[in-house]
């Protein structure tokens, strides 16, 4: 797609609608604030399912969406995804039974996600064709979503005060959404394999093509979608376990976990609206300072658990998971050809999906082993985990970088063959 054509207010609303849009992700947001009531209203069975049935919808919902991006047009799979969205979750204001909630999220949270955050990031990577720019749009995408996420939960939690139901009146945000998808998102039908430049060139900056189906398309994904899992195990831990950790160690209430919760959040925002400059500096190690913070921060939360250390760890793990989280979903669509990017986006978003949901079980495996009561003694683990992969990471990226300097080499020094005027910059290179 030729954004030039466009206008800048064109281009400007496209970019508002593509960060409004992540309202369909951050419906966790709005149950959160009244799942103590749940359990109290419903069985408990249903209220684990309501809490754990989007995770499992969206595991198998993004792959899925990933392929009809690379094979439909995806304004009309986000359009489908937020008109699902809001056929599901509109009507729990008036509607007081359990399998209704239970279907609303499978649906609202679950398969609306897959389709609308992976046809929304396939509109970015299609839009936005320059590496750079993509990397600060795909941040500010990420901080419009824990803004948009953080604004829903207080609007829930006022509504919810006054009665529980009404938390989900905050779902009536998906019709102007709705509007602004029809209007604002142009047509974005799928690349076709034709339209992938020939071997040799280039899609994206500092990036190979492969043709479509080429065996192997998917290599370069398995070492970013493995940090991206084991990292988010590492995050997510903090996320659901702060509460235990906070009690273990006598530090206060349910409020001071929510204010945890609250610092990490300001910290990913500032974090994936600076992605963009990040990315221009640092390129494929963009997420290696973050995995170093995280381990350093795990380490301080171990050694030294107190209300100011727990406020300054939050706060800079949150930003260094904004950053390396803007980093897996930018650099995903980098590394696989055009054609194959919505696959690629529907595999990440899988990943996404499942790596917070064996944490509580390796969290409390690892106390049992240790022996201890106390979640910090179990914090170390982690900074060990986090530095293993900020390592590896780096490893594999000056592996990488090694074999592309290779290939560089190997190719001037054809073109010095086949046109003697390349010479001296060749021998320039092997010097």
Not at 101 to 106: A, P, Y
Not at 267 to 280: D, N, P
Not at 353 to 367: M, N, Q, R
């Amino acid at each position: 797609m030729n954004m030039e054509k466009r206008s800048k207010t064109q281009n400007l609303l496209l970019m508002i609608t593509l960060f409004i849009s992540t309202a369909s992700i951050m419906g966790d947001c709005v149950v959160g604030v009244v799942t103590s009531v749940l359990y109290k209203q419903y069985d408990a069975w249903a209220v684990n399912l309501m809490i754990s049935g989007p995770s499992i919808a969206g595991l198998i919902m993004c792959p899925l969406a990933g392929r009809m991006c690379d094979k439909m047009d995806k304004k009309k799979i986000m359009l489908v995804g937020y008109i699902l969205y809001a056929i599901s979750a509109i009507s729990g204001v008036a509607v007081d039974n359990q399998i209704y909630i239970i279907v609303m999220r499978f649906v609202a949270t679950g398969i609306s996600y897959g389709l609308t955050s992976t046809a929304a990031l396939g509109i970015i990577a299609e839009c936005y064709a320059d590496e750079e720019f993509r990397g600060k749009v795909i941040g500010w995408y990420n901080a419009a979503m824990a803004l948009i996420g953080g604004v829903m939960g207080l609007i829930a939690g006022v509504l919810g005060a006054r009665d529980w139901k009404l938390a989900w009146a905050v779902n009536w945000f998906a019709v102007p959404v709705i509007l602004m998808i029809l209007f604002f998102v142009p047509a974005c039908p799928p690349i076709h394999t034709s339209e992938v430049p020939a071997d040799g060139e280039n899609v994206k900056k500092g990036t190979d093509t492969k043709a479509k189906g080429e065996k192997g398309w998917y290599k370069p994904l398995i070492p970013l979608l493995a940090s991206f899992f084991v990292m988010g195990l590492c995050y997510y831990t903090i996320i659901t376990m702060m509460d235990l950790y906070v009690a273990d160690n006598q530090l206060g209430t349910s409020a001071f976990t929510g204010l945890l919760g609250t610092v990490g959040t300001v910290g990913s925002f500032i974090a994936c609206s600076a992605f963009g400059y990040v990315y221009k500096k640092l390129q494929d190690k963009s997420a290696i300072p973050s995995y170093l913070i995280m381990a350093v921060s795990f380490l301080l939360l171990g050694l030294f658990p107190s209300k100011p250390m727990a406020l300054i760890t939050c706060t800079i793990m949150g930003a260094a998971w904004g950053n390396a989280y803007s980093y897996w979903w930018m650099r995903c669509t980098v590394v696989v050809p055009e054609n194959m990017a919505g696959t690629a986006i529907g595999i990440t978003g899988t990943i996404n999906s499942i790596c917070g949901f064996p944490v509580p079980y390796i969290f409390l495996f690892l106390k049992g082993l240790m022996n201890t009561g106390n979640s910090a003694r179990v914090f170390p683990v982690y900074a060990v985990v986090s530095l293993v992969v900020a390592v590896t990471a780096s490893d594999i990226i000056s592996k990488v970088r090694g074999r592309q300097q290779v290939r560089k080499r190997a190719q001037l020094i054809e073109e010095k063959q086949n046109n003697p005027e390349k010479k001296e910059k060749c021998c320039k290179l092997r010097m």
